[in-house]
């Protein structure tokens, strides 16, 4: 099960921007093998069509002001946080000096712009001593997810 999960979230993004309805990609994951419990499925489709909705209008907000909420997704997060934050990371081997991207996600109880978070990634990554072998700089914001419920 946690393999057939993995396996149809790793392919969701693709059929999401095919434009594919949630039956439709229900169904054709049916035929590929890679099913699980069909509630799950559907909050998992639901969450990667909000992503391929809101982050071009994420990435293309100014930088140096809060998001407005008609930006931000509003979704059940697992955990008691107020946002929870999809951004990408320039990642630079300090010793081979090779340089990577890598896509992220945190959580914080602040709205802020998308520098705002950049930097306090940044600062506390760097304070926990996340990947010390690594420098992480150039965070960009893709989206952001509301807690339902829990005040902005």
């Known amino acids: 099960m946690p393999f057939a999960r993995a396996a149809a979230r ?12 949630s039956s439709r990609i229900v169904g054709w994951l049916g035929l590929h093998a890679a099913t699980y419990r069909r509630a799950t499925m ?8 909000n992503l391929v909705k809101f982050s071009p209008k994420v990435i293309k907000a100014v930088s140096d002001k809060p998001l407005s909420r008609s930006l931000i997704i509003e979704h ?14 320039k990642y630079t081997d ?7 991207y890598r896509h992220l996600s945190f959580y914080d109880d602040t709205l802020r712009s998308k520098e705002g978070w950049g930097e ?10 996340y990947l010390p072998a690594f420098s992480i700089s150039d965070v960009t914001v893709l989206a952001v997810e509301h807690n339902r419920g829990l005040p902005y």
């Open 120 to 129: 306090e990634f940044e600062r506390a990554k760097q304070e926990a001593e």
């Open 94 to 100: 300090l010793e081979t000096g090779k340089v990577s």
């Open 42 to 49: 559907l909050r998992d489709i639901r969450k990667f069509t």
């Open 76 to 89: 059940d997060l697992n955990r008691p946080r107020n946002y929870r934050v999809y951004a990408q990371a």
């Open 10 to 21: 790793a392919m969701m993004p693709r059929l999401v921007s095919y434009g594919w309805s």
